[in-house]
């Protein structure tokens, strides 16, 4: 059983490729929260182009599909040409981005 549920675990996160997925929302307040200089409404606006940028099928110059996240702050690139980093570990992508529904 725990097998199973584990395997059933590697699945799921393989399929939202090692991101964290946060409704949008969340998102927004936790990012102005953590950044009291943004405009709220200016950054919801470049995050919403983002992530339906993303959702359209928007890619980086690499051919990888655009990070909605980071995108939102240096413009249409994927995860690891704005980050440098092989592979997201625990980095958030907005859940719809990812093709979740959010569940609120
Ligand atoms: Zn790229």
Redesign the pocket.
């Known amino acids: 059983m725990r097998t199973l549920r584990q395997r059933h675990l590697d699945v799921a996160s393989k399929a939202t490729n090692g991101f964290v997925p946060i409704p949008f929302d969340r998102y927004v307040d936790l990012n102005v929260q953590n950044n009291p200089s943004v405009d709220r409404n200016e950054f919801v606006s470049r995050l919403r182009e983002a992530v339906d940028a993303r959702k359209a099928g928007a ?6 599909l ?1 990070w909605a996240i980071g995108s939102a702050e240096v413009g249409a ?6 980050t440098g980093e092989a592979w997201p570990d625990a980095d958030y992508e907005i859940d719809e981005a990812l093709g979740y529904t959010a569940i609120v």
Request: net charge positive; charged share 10%.
């Open positions: 890619r980086c110059a690499c051919g990888a655009i690139a994927c995860f690891t040409c704005i």
